[in-house]
């Protein structure tokens, strides 16, 4: 689809000749024409628990990422797997996941939701997983320090783990809604 822009120094509905793309997100914002929205990697070197990374995102005016497709969770494996190869050389295996939004909204295996109340319509769960943790990470880390380590992370790439309230993961995907030119 095209998107409105400003032609000529007027706004006009029908699609027009330009040559810069306006982009419905922020700078520093990723846009994903599939989803309509808006995506940013954050990160920190020590980790931060899931509440922090959510708060975070808030104070972005998003939310940590919910994910509905397996497109949605390629963009942001992309995302994540960016930072997960800048960080190699400091950060500790131990805080290498990438927090997404999904959240225990009770008891039982399969009981989750999105924190940005989106409804859990998908989901690709890493073997083990789902054993009744509060908050699910993205498993990104290509990277470790044995080669085991390094065949169990490509085992589980890209797939999610539920964790501990207390774990820290190196970086989380924020997730808003793409804003375009008269809207």
């Not at 690709?124 to 908050?135: F, L």
């Not at 964790?163 to 997730?175: F, G, I, R, W």
Request: proline letters at 3%; one cysteine or more; glycine letters at 8%.
């Amino acid at each position: 689809g095209w998107f409105p822009v400003v032609c000529g120094g007027a706004k006009k509905k029908e699609a027009c000749t330009s040559t810069k793309f306006v982009s419905p997100c922020e700078n520093e914002w990723l846009y994903s024409s599939t989803t309509k929205a808006c995506y940013k990697r954050i990160g920190d070197y020590g980790g931060f628990k899931w509440p922090e990374a959510r708060s975070r995102c808030q104070a972005l005016g998003a939310d940590l990422v919910s994910i509905h497709s397996a497109d949605e969770n390629r963009i942001v494996a992309e995302l994540a797997d960016h930072y997960s190869h800048a960080l190699a050389p400091v950060i500790w295996y131990d805080v290498a996941g990438t927090w997404i939004g999904a959240e225990r909204a009770g008891h039982g295996r399969m009981n989750f939701t999105w924190s940005d109340g989106t409804k859990f319509d998908y989901a690709i769960w890493a073997h083990g997983s789902r054993t009744e943790q509060p908050y699910v990470e993205m498993f990104t880390a290509r990277f470790n320090f044995s080669q085991s380590q390094v065949d169990d992370a490509l085992l589980y790439l890209n797939q999610w783990n539920d964790m501990q309230d207390y774990t820290l993961c190196s970086s989380a995907v924020c997730k808003k809604a793409a804003k375009f030119q008269g809207t």
